[in-house]
Structures are given as C-alpha cells and as structure tokens.
C-alpha cells in the first residue's frame, strides 16, 4: 500500500467491482436471450457461438471490475502490476479455451453439413483444437515476459526428431487428412475394402478409421492402410445403387407372359418397400439358355446399401407367390445320366499283348 486505505479508496473500488458483477449478470441474460433464438435457425454455427459468448464474457466483465477496483485502491506498483498479470492471463487462458471450443464447433458444424450424416470426423476438430489451444499457451508465456523464441527452436529441433520416431502415427495422421480432403471416404458412406471388411464408417480419427459392420461389430483400420487399399464406395457419387436378382424359368414358358407379370411385381415392390426407389424403371434382361432354364436379370433401385437385403427379399417372395398365380414355373436342376453296357477295353500293356474285355 502506497497509502492508507479510506472510505475514499473502497467506495469507487467497491463500485467498480460492483458493476464488473452486475455487467456479467446482464450479459448471461442477455446471452441467454440470445441463445433462445439461435435455436429457431437453421444454421447451428450461432449456437456455437452464442455458448462460447456464455463463458467469457461474463468473465470479462468480472475482470474488468476487478481491474478497476485494483486501479481504485492504493496499491503499489509491483502489485498493480502482478494483479494485472493475473487478471490478463485469467482473461486469455479464458478466451483461448472459449476459441478453441467456438472454432472446434464450427469445424464440426461444416463437416456435418458437407458429409449429410450425423457423425463428425474429430480428426479436424482435434487439429484445430490443439492449435488453437497452442497458440494462447504461447501468447500466456509472452504475457507473462517469458520468452518464446528459445521454446520454437526446441520445438523445431525436438519436432524433427518426434517425426522420426513417430512415422508411422504421422502416416496415419496425413492419411486420414487426405482422405478427408480428398472426399473419397466421408462418415456415414458404407466401404468396401480388398481385404474383406465392409460397413459404414463411423468416424476418421487422427490415427484410425471405425467401421461398424451390418452385424454391429466395429472394425479399426489404421488409416494407412485404408488409404492404401483397393475399395468400394457405395455411397458416392449417389446413395441410389441398382442390385441384381437373377431369376430363371421353364423352356415351355412364354417369355413375353413372364417379362410382363415381373415387371409388375417390380412395379408393386419399388412402391410399397421402404428404401426402394419409386421411379426406377423396371428392367428385365434374358441372357441364358441354362441346362434346364432360361436365365434373365431383374435389376432393382435401392436407396442405399443396406436397404437391397430387404427388397430382394420382398421381391423374391412376391415373384415366387405371382409365378404360382400364373401357372410360371420356375424349374430345380435336373440331369439325365445314361448307362450303357458294353466292354470296358483296359489300356494296352507295354507287352505288346491284347486288350482284355471285360463285361
């Protein structure tokens, strides 16, 4: 203390820090009311910033108040000025978390509306995350005289060798960047690798890849090894994919009279199924003249992969039903074999002698 403490000193610092109080209580109401309208709009990025606002600007109100009831009380110097210190380092370390959580969420918020699914891939939000998260670490150390220059180059010397040792991680990681960039594989699209496993992914993390398979098992691939591998996406360009049903039936049939009655039955599964495609048209294409059938191609439109399971077998059952109404019959395999007597000629001996019939 400079001097000593009066009335004079603690009413303006007792006001300041009054209405550093009451300022944070006005903006949580008036952020509050904010956020109530946020909600009504269709862009959730405002909601993201709206709750960030709800953390630090109370706070900055706080310190403000608290700043001005400092500045209002006889302090000296070295305590003005470590109060200062404090009160600013509270302020950024506030600040850069609420950064990192505004611009976490709104890279989670376009990933989600570019990719159409529900998931998000947390490899762009960690990144921006730990970034941001960074660089107020570095402004706090600076604020506090604590010199950053010296750390960079030990972080540019220690980075070196870090990626040496790590490659295989840093493989995964701009892997799965790539892959990301390039949009060859978003969450929710269902792959298929050369390896085996298939199913919909559920998240592309900095390391590795989940899949959830139709049995609702998870599969981790290392994203290396996914950007590596052959695969099948059946989600893009389009969710819409065509699926084959192969069909045969007797050689007495008449082929006009059955290309007609299934076109119906597609007819009547593309509108009454879930997940068909109502305006697919139907396609029927005969291709073999089998051992005991003829052979034709029904080609059915789905909405996406999962959904062909559920139509084939609503297809298959109505065809087979309808057939039997029309008199259509669709033949098992048979085959005719025929045995002849006669003599069975053993191969001629290196004697020279002859044959031996048998029989």
């Known amino acids: 203390m400079t001097e000593d403490l009066t009335v004079d000193h603690l009413l303006p610092a007792g006001i300041a820090l009054g209405a550093g109080l009451l300022g944070a209580f006005l903006l949580r109401l008036l952020l509050r009311w904010l956020a109530g309208h946020a909600d009504r709009t269709r862009w959730s990025g405002d909601d993201v910033i709206v709750a960030a ?14 700043a001005g009831a400092a500045a209002a009380l006889p302090l000296t110097r070295t305590v003005q000025h470590s109060v200062n210190q404090v009160l600013q380092v509270l302020l950024i370390f506030v600040a850069t978390v609420t950064a990192a959580r505004v611009v976490a969420g709104l890279v989670r918020t376009v990933t989600t509306s570019r990719s159409g699914v529900a998931g998000s891939a947390t490899i762009f939000v960690n990144i921006t995350r730990i970034l941001v998260l960074a660089i107020g670490f570095l402004v706090m150390l600076q604020t506090l005289g604590v010199s950053i220059a010296p750390m960079l180059t030990a972080l540019g010397v220690g980075g070196l060798a870090v990626a040496l040792a790590l490659q295989d991680t840093l493989a995964n990681l701009f892997a799965g960047i790539h892959i990301l960039a390039s949009k060859t594989v978003q969450p929710g699209d269902y792959i298929q690798l050369s390896s085996g496993e298939e199913g919909y992914v559920e998240d592309i993390n900095w390391r590795q890849t989940t899949v959830r398979e139709l049995s609702n098992n998870l599969v981790v691939i290392p994203n290396g090894q996914l950007a590596k591998s052959n695969m099948t996406n059946f989600m893009r360009p389009e969710q819409r994919l065509t699926v084959l049903v192969q069909v045969g039936v007797s050689y007495d049939s008449d082929l006009e009279h059955v290309e007609r009655v299934t076109t119906e039955v597609i007819a009547e599964v593309m509108t009454e199924v879930g997940g068909a495609v109502p305006d697919h048209e139907p396609a029927i294409r005969f291709h073999t003249f089998g051992d005991s059938r003829i052979g034709f191609t029904v080609i059915l439109g789905v909405g996406e992969f999962s959904d062909q399971y559920r139509i084939k077998h609503e297809f298959i059952k109505r065809l087979h039903k309808r057939y039997r ?20 000629v053993l191969p001629q001996q290196r004697t020279g002698e002859d044959p031996v019939p048998l029989g």
């Open 325 to 344: 109404v029309e008199g259509i019959r669709i033949p098992s395999p048979a085959r005719t074999v025929a045995l002849q007597q006669g003599a069975v």
């Open 53 to 66: 606002l709800r953390t630090v600007a109370p706070w900055a109100a706080v310190a403000g108040g608290v």
